[in-house]
């Protein structure tokens, strides 16, 4: 069954056109007091190797015909349910003092942030968790699909939410399994700094326990940089030396035990692209949804192509037999 998309348009277009097309045909008086005579002989095409009447009806079947192709013809099938499959993950923001380092443009932070507003972008059907840690775990924002909201959140958090505190791997672990438990793949996506093997242990066992995969993000660089406070100012440790950090790889040691994986996050969108083909290939999608469309053959190139032969010829000349 045919019908049109856009029947609005239609109406709104044939009306007009057929006011005109009457003006043009039937008189040039009316028509004169419209147009400036100089288009108004454009229009008619008046030829002297076509007779005129049928040269303008050729030109007012061109403008019929992309007035239907504009209202859009199509066939109806009608609906289809596509299946919508995707992952449920939880993204983990560190954001202990480390992070003010600005060993990567603008502070790691800051870079970090964006790399997660990179995976958000490339992770359009799955479901994701916002998660930010140091010395305390806490939600940014549950499992949604929204990745507008979810990117919108990210760029809210700022300097202000930089801890002062060490980093606690293992609270990090227990909100983890609790996020996750009702997921049939449980993945953990790290963007950290790092930390120490040895404050890595109870999380370890964590993710054992309870079969998350570990994916992490590393960012900072090993030569690393002076630690900050809030104000910008150089901390200094309990001896009165400045703080000093370096990225610490052993979170991606971590993350392979767990039959994850892990990046060290650069300028681009390259590695980001590589870690979600690697979650995606490694475990396989849930069923998340389905979602029902208008299943249609689009008709509109039809009346497309002959308006453009018609308004050819319409513009064309064609010559005359002479005795």
Request: net charge positive; hydrophobic share 45%.
């Amino acid at each position: 069954m045919v019908s049109f998309v856009n029947i609005t348009l239609f109406w709104v277009f044939v009306i007009p056109f057929a006011i005109f097309s009457f003006l043009l045909i039937s008189n040039k008086d009316r028509l004169s007091r419209i147009f400036d005579e100089k288009i108004l002989h454009r229009l008619r095409a008046n030829d002297a190797s076509m007779p005129i009447s049928i040269r303008n009806m050729v030109f007012l079947i061109s403008i019929f015909l992309m007035i239907v192709a504009l209202a859009r013809p199509v066939i109806e099938k009608g609906d289809k349910k596509v299946e919508i499959e995707g992952l449920n993950m939880m993204i983990a923001l560190d954001i202990s003092t480390s992070m003010s380092v600005k060993d990567v443009y603008p502070n790691r932070l800051e870079f970090a942030k964006n790399k997660i507003i990179e995976f958000l972008k490339y992770t359009p059907s799955d479901e994701i968790a916002l998660v930010a840690f140091a010395s305390n775990s806490f939600m940014l924002a549950p499992m949604s699909s929204d990745k507008a909201t979810l990117s919108d959140i990210i760029k809210r958090v700022d300097k202000r939410y930089i801890s002062m505190g060490s980093t606690n791997f293992t609270s990090l672990g227990e909100l983890s399994k609790e996020v996750l438990d009702k997921s049939k793949k449980r993945i953990l996506v790290l963007f950290s700094d790092g930390g120490e093997k040895e404050n890595l242990e109870g999380f370890k066992d964590i993710l054992k326990e309870y079969n998350i995969k570990l994916y992490t993000v590393l960012i900072g660089t090993k030569k690393g940089g002076v630690v900050l406070d809030i104000n910008g100012k150089k901390l200094k440790d309990r001896d009165g030396n400045i703080a000093f950090s370096q990225r610490n790889d052993d979170l991606g040691e971590l993350s392979l035990s767990s039959d994850g994986a892990y990046i060290v996050a650069s300028n681009g969108d390259s590695g980001i692209k590589d870690l979600i083909s690697n979650i995606k290939h490694s475990n396989k999608s849930n069923k998340k949804s389905s979602v029902s469309i208008k299943d249609r053959v689009e008709l509109f190139y039809y009346p497309l192509g002959l308006a453009l032969i018609f308004l050819l010829i319409s513009f064309s000349s064609f010559p005359t037999k002479r005795d």
